[in-house]
């Protein structure tokens, strides 16, 4: 720390992304990204925008604004994206929480939440899960205060139903709810379909995971044209620019190709039910996971002790060193022949 820092960040402790070795080829199943690569129309699309680059990108992102509403069946000034979804949660944090608008998030969820809660200077809550994991959504009902949920959560991987996420959104209505949307594509329920009835609700989902996107930077955000301009309010006061126009183009290029969106979804899901049963089979614990990944545990086996086992066979897992999470691993879903390696070095190990 030089003697500059200013004081309101003295105290930070920043977000720890998972590692990215350089040291040796692993199996990389610790970061969730997608194991297949970027749609081939996204591809081109963006090479050819890299001939563009001396000139700025479009600060509007028109074409895939576009394209965007129309997928989702909103307006154009309902959608707001950003250099990852990660720079529209910031963007909320700062747009819509201060001293006097607190903020209320699950313990165990996205490390993020608390990053950008304690980087803006808003006082924060953490609500307990319930014993196997869940959210229970009583303890949000009513709450009055702004409330940021990963559906499915991260990383336990569970789904909340519309149902509960409807009631959360209902009974905090002079309060903003925002439903992180990182990993719906693998199974669970959307909440753009609420947007339009409820004005209090911001829904954030990227391209990292589901669209092979995480090196290009995309997210985004739909909600009331009112929450949208206030979240512009902060785009345009800090970075215009914020996506560029490889990104914008690969996004159209996603975006435009359902079916290979469709078919990797659908691949990953299946690979996800084989190797949650594998790991059954092996005396595993394991979530009910909606998304790219998997979080289990062995009784009687140390989930440090297991990820080292793992990252010493070449197998990359994620393992958090916290009280409530250290006996677990996440395992990112792979493709299948990735997936059979991590079950046979498990099966060595054991
Ligand atoms: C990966 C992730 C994000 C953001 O990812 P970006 O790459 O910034 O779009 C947001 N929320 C959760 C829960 C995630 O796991």
Do not use: W
Request: aromatic share 12%; net charge negative.
């Amino acid at each position: 720390m030089s003697r500059f820092l200013s004081d309101k960040y003295k105290n930070l402790t920043a977000y720890t992304p998972g590692e990215q070795p350089q040291d040796q080829q692993y199996i990389k199943l610790n970061t969730n990204e997608s194991p297949f690569p970027p749609s081939p129309f996204a591809q081109r699309l963006a090479r050819q925008a890299a001939g563009d680059v001396q000139l700025y990108s479009d600060p509007e992102c028109r074409e895939l604004v576009a394209i965007a509403s129309e997928k989702f069946g909103v307006s154009k000034d309902q959608i707001l994206f950003t250099n990852g979804s990660d720079e529209i949660l910031n963007f909320a944090f700062m747009a819509f929480c201060d001293k006097n608008r607190p903020v209320v998030f699950p313990q165990v969820t996205y490390g993020f939440y608390k990053v950008f809660a304690e980087l803006n200077g808003i006082p924060y809550e953490e609500i307990s899960l319930n014993p196997d994991f869940t959210i229970n959504p009583n303890d949000y009902t009513g709450i009055n205060k702004n409330i940021f949920i990963a559906n499915p959560n991260a990383p336990t991987g569970i789904a909340m139903g519309l149902d509960d996420i409807e009631s959360i959104v209902a009974s905090n209505p002079d309060n903003i709810v925002v439903i992180d949307e990182a990993y719906v594509d693998f199974g669970a329920e959307s909440a753009v379909s609420l947007v339009d009835r409820y004005n209090n609700l911001l829904v954030t989902q990227t391209f990292s995971k589901s669209r092979s996107l995480a090196g290009a930077r995309l997210g985004f955000g739909i909600a009331s044209k009112e929450i949208i301009s206030d979240l512009r309010l902060i785009k345009y006061s800090t970075n215009p620019y914020n996506i560029n126009r490889m990104t914008m183009y690969a996004g159209v290029g996603a975006l435009a190709d359902e079916e290979y969106f469709e078919s990797n979804c659908k691949t990953v899901i299946g690979n996800r039910e084989f190797t949650a049963d594998a790991l059954s089979k092996l005396g595993f614990d394991v979530l009910p996971s909606k998304a790219n990944f998997i979080f289990a545990k062995k009784s009687g086996i140390d989930g440090k002790e297991l990820y080292l086992n793992l990252k010493g066979k070449g197998v990359l897992v994620r393992h958090f060193d916290t009280a409530l999470l250290k006996d677990y691993i996440r395992i990112s879903i792979g493709s299948r022949q990735q997936m059979e390696s991590f079950v046979q070095a498990l099966e060595e190990i054991l």
